[in-house]
């Protein structure tokens, strides 16, 4: 008897050992800064881009102009700027200059189709992803020559800022689909 509620103690043990191990999910493993960066970007991008997909071409030439709007950037005016400032930021991060003409904060003058504006937008979150790509803890926050004055910044800042100025723009361009009777895609998930 006594062998048998040893075996049924052993039996019970590694089974609820065994139970334990599969409820138990693995920890994952700590993530670099550069993929917490990128995953971020990564994020930004979505709802950006499918902002930008969604809205007809025929409103790209809209902004708002009811309440305090006067000289908003149109909806095409937005996506410009947005690709322009991830061009110009990226190649701080990389400490070149762009493999093509932003055109200022504007974006370039040429750009005007839906299909040049998405093109030139996906174009820059590419380069960006390449910037923060080539991020790592040693060099993210060295100081280099800010592009815009006289101050330093970290190739981490700039990557950051880059973040909160997609979305940023991303927050004012809900209120264009919006104003359109379009409902942003990643409100319907």
């Not at 990564?42 to 102009?65: I, L, Q, R, W």
């Not at 932003?102 to 005007?112: I, L, M, R, T, Y």
Request: charged share 20%; net charge neutral; hydrophobic share 40%.
């Amino acid at each position: 008897m006594k062998t048998i509620i040893s075996f049924l103690g052993i039996f019970l043990a590694l089974g609820c050992a065994a139970a334990l191990g599969q409820q138990m999910p693995k920890p994952e493993p700590p993530r670099t800064l550069t993929q917490v960066m990128d995953r971020a970007l990564s994020n930004a991008e979505k709802e950006f881009v499918s902002a930008v997909e969604v809205m007809p071409e025929d409103k790209y030439g809209y902004a708002p102009t009811d309440g305090e709007f006067k000289g908003v950037r149109t909806f095409a005016g937005q996506i410009k700027h947005v690709a322009a400032a991830n061009y110009e930021f990226a190649g701080a991060i990389l400490q070149e200059k762009p493999p093509v003409d932003f055109g200022g904060e504007e974006g370039p003058a040429s750009v005007k189709t839906k299909k040049e504006i998405e093109d030139f937008l996906k174009g820059s979150f590419a380069y960006m992803h390449k910037a923060i790509a080539s991020m790592n803890e040693k060099n993210a926050t060295e100081s280099l020559k800010s592009p815009w004055g006289q101050n330093t910044i970290t190739r981490l800042g700039i990557s950051t800022l880059t973040v909160a100025h997609v979305f940023d723009h991303y927050g004012q361009m809900v209120v264009y689909l919006r104003h359109n009777g379009i409902v942003p895609p990643m409100s319907k998930q």
